[in-house]
């Protein structure tokens, strides 16, 4: 992939996954429903008592062997190939749960998601953006980059284990 064409890559790989995931959400009906279970009642519980100290451990670990992942494919000779395809990743599952939670709470799905994901995401994607750029590349270890990186997954995580939910539980008036 050329350089200069490898942001539009990624993007057209989101893309191409939010598509994907909400064809399958529209295919599997009501089974995908079923198995989803009650996706609204999870985001709006997990910031109460030991359910948030266990929100956040899951969390935790998620996302940080995710950036593990982006990192150690960003170091692999097919990198930014394996970048778009986490992307089309990451778009497949933000549609799913966007349609789960659609379905479960109609128009009030869309402002359901955005509670439970904005927060997060102001971390998250400049933190992963910036590694999935660095894809490919030679890696430079600098203690203040590694710093930086610690501080936007530690605070995304935080906000994914608590603010989110708590937004998600204002919403949904529980």
Not at 93 to 99: D, K, P, T, Y
Request: glycine share 12%.
């Amino acid at each position: 992939m050329k350089r200069e064409h490898y942001g539009d890559w990624l993007l057209a790989a989101l893309a191409l996954g939010a598509v994907l995931g909400t064809a399958a959400v529209n295919l599997a009906g009501e089974q995908l429903r079923e198995q989803a279970g009650n996706l609204s009642a999870l985001l709006t519980a997990g910031g109460r008592g030991d359910d948030a100290w266990r929100l956040l451990r899951m969390t935790a670990f998620q996302r940080t062997g995710e950036t593990l992942l982006l990192w150690a494919v960003g170091r692999t000779e097919a990198a930014r190939f394996l970048c778009c395809l986490l992307a089309a990743y990451m778009g497949i599952s933000i549609s799913v749960v966007l349609g789960v939670l659609t379905w479960e709470n109609g128009l009030m799905g869309l402002p359901l998601y955005l509670a439970s994901v904005l927060p997060q995401s102001l971390f998250y994607l400049p933190l992963w953006a910036a590694l999935a750029e660095a894809a490919g590349r030679p890696v430079s270890l600098r203690l203040r980059g590694l710093g930086l990186a610690a501080v936007l997954l530690a605070l995304g995580i935080l906000c994914e284990g608590a603010a989110g939910p708590w937004l998600a539980g204002i919403l949904a008036g529980s």
